[in-house]
């Protein structure tokens, strides 16, 4: 596989739920981030890491755990979450954490919070 | 803080016609400037970038110019195709110390044949 992997593709949990959402890059990327789309709102930057640390945490709340265990994979952990909370949830990686670098985007994580 | 600002869509264009989507900014220093595309089900990837005053971005036959003076980054297709429909996002790096992506709202963009 090549590219930025995103799974699963859609999520409906109750608010009471504990779910994880998985990223995974085969670009041999230092920087990995993850970015909430909402309707009619920018792209949210939620969390950085850079070489499998934390580097950016956007005032986010608790409710979301992200965890970055080596430089290929992300995760972002679930819990307790409210209907607002629904979104697009998309991953990215970068070749470092810097301003001129490209971002390569996952297609998303579609998730729904009843 | 950095911003972008982009215009609202959506935006339904025939095949063949000219498109322009417009975005301005506001940045500490000298930002570099992207767009970026989703197309339907597929997550973003990069269109172009400019990364100094005068330089034009371009790919695909689209093409944007970094304004300084007027703080712009307008997107332009001299000439549109059904497969160009997606969503259309103007973004900025700072390069000053906070070298994140602001991106702006993203203008949903459909070509009708």
């Known amino acids: 596989e090549t590219g930025v992997t995103q799974t699963p593709r859609h999520l409906v949990m109750g608010m009471t739920n504990k779910k994880s959402l998985k990223c995974e890059q085969h670009l041999g990327h230092n920087a990995m981030y993850w970015y909430k789309q909402s309707a009619k709102k920018p792209l949210e930057l939620m969390f950085v890491y850079s070489l499998e640390e934390r580097v950016e945490n956007n005032s986010v709340p608790s409710r979301f755990s992200p965890e970055c265990p080596n430089s290929s994979h992300l995760f972002l952990h679930l819990h307790t979450l409210q209907p607002e909370d629904s979104a697009l949830y998309l991953c990215?990686?970068?070749?470092?954490?810097?301003?001129?670098?490209?971002?390569?985007f996952g297609q998303g994580t579609r998730l729904t919070v009843v | 803080g950095d911003s972008v600002t982009q215009m609202e869509g959506p935006v339904t264009l025939s095949e063949e016609a000219f498109l322009t989507i417009n975005c301005t900014y506001t940045a500490t220093g000298y930002p570099s400037l992207f767009w970026y595309v989703q197309y339907p089900g597929e997550g973003l990837q990069l269109l172009l970038k400019?990364?100094?005053?005068?330089d034009k971005g371009s790919n695909k036959g689209f093409e944007a110019t970094y304004r300084k003076e007027t703080t712009s980054f307008h997107l332009e297709k001299g000439s549109v195709q059904v497969s160009d429909s997606g969503v259309y996002f103007c973004a900025l790096t700072s390069n000053f110390g906070n070298e994140k992506l602001t991106f702006g709202t993203g203008t949903r963009l459909t070509i009708i044949p």
């Open positions: 400019a990364t100094k005053a005068d």
């Open positions: 990215a990686s970068s070749q470092e954490w810097t301003g001129n670098t490209e971002a390569f």
